[in-house]
């Protein structure tokens, strides 16, 4: 299969917004927040994170309080939002670690930088990887990042827009050079969608994909099968 390049990615994504109907874009929260709800989003559903983060805001005002509270007193706060006692340890460490750096428990900074720059700065904050530092980028300053989760990871695979054991860190790389930048965050939500409802990782739903005719997973029959990468 010949390497997809930005206009194929374009076509791509022109068909899964008129199915889906217009973009929609997350409301915004700081950035620190949204370093916060993508850790607490991980291994979860959208709906367990969202009660988590809401929780944890409810219970913990400040993210000064989150990091003076002992780590038993965090985890009973999220722990709607699965694996508890790990997420409530990498929140305390990220904050110190941002406190340390800053002087406070603030992530303001990151407005002035370059992308690449807060990028780096993003992926060097314990357990920060390039995932959620594309989804700060994303979401809470605005700035061309492309997201890659486990459903747009499985999908970039089965459409062969990237080799088939392609790592998820990996992926942010490659993606970004074939993904225009005006369009990744709304390519972003819409795989994120496709591979919620059409594209899934177990028994996929080949026969009403409209991308099916690009994708050699779905083309050749294997719909059924699922991806080993998921």
Not at 91 to 120: F, P, T, V, W, Y
Request: glycine share 6%; aromatic share 4%.
């Amino acid at each position: 299969m010949t390497t997809p390049g930005p206009a194929d990615v374009a076509a791509a994504h022109r068909r899964l917004r008129a199915q889906q109907g217009r973009f929609v874009p997350k409301p915004v929260l700081p950035a620190l927040d949204e370093v916060v709800a993508t850790v607490l989003s991980q291994h979860t559903s959208d709906i367990n994170s969202g009660r988590a983060f809401a929780r944890l805001k409810e219970i913990f005002p400040s993210w000064e309080q989150v990091a003076d509270a002992p780590a038993e007193d965090v985890a009973d706060a999220i722990r709607c939002g699965g694996i508890a006692d790990q997420k409530a340890r990498r929140i305390k460490q990220i904050l110190a670690a941002i406190e340390e750096r800053e002087g406070r428990i603030s992530l303001d900074r990151l407005a002035e930088l370059e992308d690449a720059a807060a990028a780096a700065y993003l992926e060097s904050l314990p357990g920060v990887g390039p995932k959620t530092a594309a989804c700060v980028l994303t979401f809470a300053l605005g700035r061309a990042a492309f997201p890659v989760d486990t459903h747009v990871h499985r999908i970039a695979i089965r459409l062969g827009w990237i080799p088939a054991k392609t790592t998820a860190d990996a992926a942010h790389r490659l993606l970004a050079q074939v993904v225009p930048a005006a369009i990744r965050y709304d390519l972003h939500v819409a795989m994120v969608t496709h591979g919620r409802t059409v594209c899934r990782a177990q028994r996929p739903s080949c026969d009403r994909c409209v991308l099916r005719d690009l994708c050699a997973f779905g083309s050749t029959g294997r719909g059924a099968v699922p991806c080993a990468a998921s």
